[in-house]
């Protein structure tokens, strides 16, 4: 019996669009037919219309069938790595994000990570994001990392750096609590080159 009063969370969702950049986008042309029937098996038909969300945990294991079937030779957090890059790339392909990556060198990489929680709130109906500045270094703290593996959201972080115009990005696991976790984000902005007068 429910409490009077009390109010159930809403149910973690991931948006189609996450899928989309991720599954269709970016990786449709390199999914083999085996990779396609795991994925079926686990609730992502890929020759169907996409549903409009999807449970988190349905979203981890989809990662997670991916990586498997993507890296089987990489570590789970190396291949979870890969699929993060791999995320950004897909998103960078979607109508909203060819306007991100327009604006990405514009805004540089300490404006980019302000507006990561505008981008990831594009994908599910949970993300939070708080940003503490370091003269040469970016906390980025995220309540929720997606599934088992910060490291995927780690290698989306250092791949939206890098369109933002950063160099030797490193996005490190500072700490973690449950499924929040806390990222150190070093890089070096880009040299503009100078145009010579005359």
């Known amino acids: 019996m429910r409490c009077q009063g009390s109010v159930m969370p809403p149910e973690k969702l991931v948006f189609a669009t996450a899928i989309e ?3 269709v986008r970016e990786l449709g042309a390199t999914l083999t037919p085996l990779a396609r029937r795991w994925l079926r098996e686990a609730g992502l038909d890929l020759a169907h219309p996409l549903d409009v969300s999807y449970p988190l945990e349905q979203w981890r294991t989809f990662v997670r069938v991916g990586a498997e079937a993507l890296y089987p030779h990489l570590p789970p957090t190396e291949a979870h790595w890969w699929m993060g890059i791999h995320f950004m790339e897909g998103y960078l ?9 327009e604006l990405a060198p514009v805004l540089g990489p300490r404006r980019m990570l302000e507006r990561i929680e505008r981008d990831l709130r594009g994908f599910n109906n949970f993300s939070e994001v708080r940003l503490e ?8 703290w995220v309540n929720d990392i997606f599934g088992n593996y910060s490291s995927f959201v780690a290698g989306f972080i250092l791949r939206a750096q890098q369109v933002a115009g950063a160099r030797n990005v490193h996005v490190d696991e500072w700490s973690s609590d449950g499924t929040a976790c806390t990222f150190l984000v070093r890089w070096r902005e880009a040299v503009v080159p100078q145009v010579a007068n005359g």
């Open 93 to 101: 392909q979607t109508s909203m994000g060819r306007v991100v990556a």
């Open 21 to 23: 950049a991720l599954f």
């Open 133 to 140: 500045d370091a003269p040469r270094h970016v906390e980025l």
